[in-house]
């Protein structure tokens, strides 16, 4: 597609709604402190262990 890092996020997080919206909202909080740059594998890995737990992806 082409897409920048950035527009992968926002593209990517558009869609969330309710308790996702929320939880991202707080993880960039978190993962993005001190200024640190958000990346696409960055947000990936935290949804992945937000809503897809290694145990069920194991399975």
Do not use: H, S
């Amino acid at each position: 597609m082409g897409c920048t890092e950035e527009n992968k996020i926002t593209l990517g997080t558009y869609m969330l709604r309710e308790e996702a919206n929320q939880w991202w909202w707080n993880a960039k909080l978190r993962v993005g402190a001190g200024g640190m740059v958000i990346t696409w594998e960055m947000f990936k890995g935290e949804f992945l262990r937000k809503y897809f737990p290694a145990d069920i992806r194991n399975k």
